[in-house]
C-alpha cells in the first residue's frame, strides 16, 4: 500500500533551493500526523554532495538519481525519471513546489501517474488519513479544500508561504539509477539568458516594493529602486505601469501576472484593483502609499499612509537605513 | 498547419464571486462569462502561424452550453472550426478528467500545435495543458512567451526565475501561452458575421471513451481567511508618517 510522504526537491545549478527546505518541512509535518517517512528526489548532475542538507529540515531518505541529462532541466527527462521513481516507492503524498519548475514538472506528473493534485497550495493538513489540501481559487476571492482520489495524492506548494523549520533527521543518501529513454527526450534547453540585473525574482522575493499608475512614469520607479536597494527587496508593478511600458511584463503582480507570498509587500500608488490583490493578497505584511484614502488597497494593507508618495518613499528610505544602519 | 487552441470559458475577472452557504462550491447566478485572458494569447498566436504558413485552427472546448459563445468569439477572431465537448458529468470535471476529454477529442483531428492557456482565471489549476500533452505522448512547452515556428522544429522563450530560456522541442506539441506572447486581437463585425457559419461539433464524454470518475474534488470550498483590519498611520507629514511605519515593521511585524 502507499505509504510516506516524498518531495521532489528543487536545485539549480548545483545548489538547492528555498523551495526544497519548505517542501520538506511541510512533508514532515504531514508525515509524523501519519506515523510515515519524508523521502526527497533530488535530480541533477554531479548533486549527490548537497542531497544529505535535506535531512536538516526532516527528511529521512533521499533519492539522487544523476544523469547528464538532467542539467539543465527538461519536462521530458525529469517527468520520465520521476515517474518511474515513484511507481517503485509508492508514496502516499507526493509533494511539489509551484515554482516555475515545479509548475512544469508536477502537471506533467498528474498525467504520468494519472492522478490528481491540488496545486499552488497555501495549506497542507491530514484528515482521517487523507492530505487535504488549501488553496486560493477565483484569484483568491475563495478557497478550496481538495480531496484526491488518485494515488499518490498530489499537491504543489506556494514559494514563500511555507516556514522551512530545521528539524534533523538521518537524510540518508541513497543513489538510484534511471535508465532514461532517450527517444523520448524531444525538447533541448538551446540558452539560458540570466537577468544580468541579479535581483530576486518576484515570486521569491521576502519583500517586494511595487509601484502603480501613481508613480507618473517610467523615473517614478527611481525612488521605489532606493529603498528596494535599503530593504533587499525586488520591485514589482501594477498591470498599469506595465501596459504603459514603464516597467517589463516580468516584473507585473497579479490575476494575469505574479502571484507573490513576501513577507512584507508596499504597494504605491497602486490603487488595489481586484485583479492586482488576486496577486498579493497572500503577502504576511502589507503597506500600501496612496494619496486616496478610498483607494481599495487600503482594505488589505496592514499599514497605511494616506499621501502623496513622492514625500514618503524617500522619508521611508531614510527611516530605514537608519534603522538597519 | 493543424493548429488547435484550446479554450476555457472564466467569470469575468470583475465577477464577485460567493460562496455557496454550504461550502459546496460558486454561486455562479449572475456571473459575466468571457474567454479565460490567457487562452486569448492562444487562439491569437495559433492564429498568427495560420496566417504565416496557411492551415486550419480548430477551438476546443469542455462545458455547458454557455461556452458555445466563447468559441464563436474565437471564430469571430478567425479560427476555423469549434469543438464543444458538453456533458453534465464534466461541469466540475478536475484537470486530469478535463484534459482526458480534451484529449480523445483532439486525438480525432490533425494537429501540429496545440496551444492552452498556462492556467485558466477561475481554478487556477495550471494543469490542463501538460497533462493533455502527457495524455497524448506530446512534448510541452509551458509559460512561454515567444514562439518561432521552422520546419518541424519550434523554439519558444520561456521566463524562469531570474532568467529567461530558449527552449527547443519537434512538432507536434503543446504550447501554453503566457502574457507577453502577443496581443490578441479583438473580433471584427464580419468576423462576427461570419462566425455565425462556422462548424460547431458537439460531443459527450460517453463518445469520447472518458471517464469522469474525477482524481481530485474539491470538498468545501470557503471564503479566504479576513485579515485584520489595517491601521491608517497618523502623523504630522510623509516624513513622521514614514518614521511611523518604518518602526512599526521594525518592531511589530518584525519584517524588516
Ligand atoms: C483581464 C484583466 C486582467 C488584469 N490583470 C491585472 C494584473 O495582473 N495586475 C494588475 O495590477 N492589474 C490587472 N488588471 C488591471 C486592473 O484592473 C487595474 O486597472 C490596475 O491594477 C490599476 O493599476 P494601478 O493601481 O497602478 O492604477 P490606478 O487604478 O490608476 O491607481 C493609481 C493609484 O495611484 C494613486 N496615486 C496617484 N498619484 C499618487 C501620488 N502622488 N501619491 C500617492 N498615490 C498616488 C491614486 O490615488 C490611485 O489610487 C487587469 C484587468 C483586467 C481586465
Ligand atoms: N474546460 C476546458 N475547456 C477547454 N480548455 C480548457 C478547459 N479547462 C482548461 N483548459 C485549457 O487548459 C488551460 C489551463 O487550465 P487549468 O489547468 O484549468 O488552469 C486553459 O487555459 C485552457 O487552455
Redesign the pocket.
Given at each position: 500500500m502507499a505509504k510516506g510522504v516524498m518531495i521532489v526537491a528543487e536545485q539549480r545549478d548545483g545548489a538547492l533551493r528555498k523551495i526544497s527546505f519548505e517542501l520538506a518541512s511541510a512533508a514532515r509535518k504531514l508525515a509524523d500526523e501519519l506515523g510515515d517517512e519524508v523521502s526527497a528526489v533530488v535530480l541533477g548532475s554531479g548533486v549527490e554532495g548537497i542531497a544529505g542538507q535535506l535531512g536538516k529540515y526532516g527528511v529521512d531518505k533521499v533519492y539522487v538519481a544523476d544523469n547528464a541529462a538532467f542539467e539543465p532541466y527538461t519536462t521530458d527527462a525529469y517527468a520520465q525519471a520521476i515517474t518511474k521513481i515513484v511507481k517503485e516507492k509508492d508514496p502516499a503524498i507526493l509533494l511539489l513546489g509551484a515554482s516555475v519548475l515545479g509548475k512544469d514538472l508536477s502537471s506533467r506528473l498528474v498525467g504520468s501517474l494519472a492522478t490528481g493534485m491540488a496545486s499552488d497550495c497555501t495549506d497542507v493538513k491530514i484528515a482521517d488519513g487523507k492530505l487535504v489540501a488549501v488553496r486560493p481559487m477565483y484569484a483568491g476571492k475563495c478557497y478550496g479544500e481538495v480531496v484526491v482520489a488518485g494515488s499518490p495524492q498530489m499537491a504543489s506548494l506556494r514559494p514563500n508561504v511555507f516556514a522551512a523549520v530545521e528539524n534533523a533527521k538521518a537524510g540518508a543518501v541513497e543513489k538510484v539509477d534511471v535508465a532514461l529513454d532517450a527517444a523520448k527526450l524531444k525538447t533541448k534547453v538551446l540558452e539560458v539568458q540570466k537577468d544580468s540585473s541579479g535581483k530576486v525574482d518576484l515570486t521569491e522575493a521576502n519583500i517586494i516594493v511595487s509601484?502603480?499608475?501613481?508613480m507618473?512614469g517610467p523615473e517614478g520607479y527611481g525612488i521605489l529602486e532606493e529603498l528596494a536597494a535599503v530593504l533587499g527587496a525586488t520591485v514589482g508593478?501594477?498591470?498599469?505601469?506595465?501596459d504603459a511600458g514603464w516597467r517589463p511584463v516580468t516584473d507585473?503582480?497579479?490575476?494575469?501576472?505574479k502571484t507573490v507570498s513576501p513577507n512584507l509587500y508596499v504597494a504605491?500608488?497602486?490603487?488595489?484593483?481586484?485583479?492586482?490583490m488576486?496577486?498579493m493578497s497572500s503577502s504576511k505584511y502589507i503597506v500600501a502609499?496612496?494619496?486616496?484614502s478610498e483607494?481599495p488597497?487600503f482594505t488589505k494593507a496592514d499599514y497605511g499612509v494616506v499621501?502623496?508618495?513622492?514625500a514618503?518613499v524617500p522619508e521611508l528610505t531614510k527611516e530605514c537605513k537608519k534603522l538597519l544602519a | 498547419m493543424n493548429i488547435v487552441a484550446c479554450v476555457k470559458q472564466v467569470p469575468?475577472?470583475?465577477a464577485q464571486i460567493r460562496v455557496k452557504p454550504d461550502g459546496s462550491g460558486i454561486d455562479d447566478s449572475g456571473i459575466k462569462w468571457v474567454m479565460n485572458?490567457y487562452d486569448e494569447y492562444g487562439v491569437e498566436e495559433a492564429l498568427k502561424l495560420k496566417e504565416k504558413f496557411g492551415g486550419d485552427v480548430t477551438i476546443v472546448s469542455v462545458g455547458p452550453a454557455r461556452v458555445v459563445e466563447t468559441i464563436r468569439t474565437a471564430l469571430a477572431m478567425g479560427a476555423d472550426k469549434g469543438i464543444q465537448i458538453d456533458d453534465p458529468a464534466l461541469n466540475s470535471a478536475d484537470a486530469y478528467t478535463t484534459a482526458a476529454a480534451l484529449a480523445a477529442a483532439i486525438k480525432g483531428i490533425p494537429h501540429d500545435v496545440i496551444f492552452c492557456g498556462q492556467r485558466a482565471?477561475d481554478d487556477d489549476s495550471g494543469q490542463v495543458g501538460s497533462i493533455l500533452a502527457e495524455l497524448l505522448d506530446l512534448p510541452q512547452l509551458t509559460i512561454v512567451t515567444k514562439v518561432d515556428i521552422e520546419g518541424t522544429t519550434v523554439k519558444v522563450v520561456k521566463p524562469i526565475e531570474g532568467a529567461q530560456l530558449l527552449i527547443e522541442s519537434s512538432l507536434p506539441c503543446v504550447i501554453t501561452a503566457q502574457k507577453g506572447l502577443n496581443e490578441p486581437r479583438y473580433a471584427s463585425l464580419p468576423g462576427v458575421m461570419k462566425a455565425k457559419k462556422k462548424p460547431l461539433d458537439v460531443k459527450n464524454a460517453a463518445a469520447l471513451g472518458v471517464s469522469t470518475e474525477g482524481k481530485a474534488k474539491v470538498a468545501k470550498t470557503t471564503a479566504p481567511p479576513s485579515r485584520p483590519p489595517g491601521k491608517i498611520i497618523d502623523g504630522a507629514d510623509a516624513a513622521a508618517k514614514a518614521a511611523q511605519v518604518a518602526k512599526l515593521l521594525r518592531e511589530e511585524a518584525k519584517v524588516i
Open positions: 509601484g502603480g499608475r501613481g507618473k508593478a501594477s498591470r498599469a505601469a506595465v507585473q503582480v497579479g490575476q494575469t501576472g504605491c500608488g497602486i490603487s488595489g484593483a481586484l485583479q492586482h488576486a496577486g502609499i496612496n494619496k486616496d483607494a488597497i499621501d502623496d508618495l513622492f514618503v | 469575468d475577472t470583475e485572458p482565471i
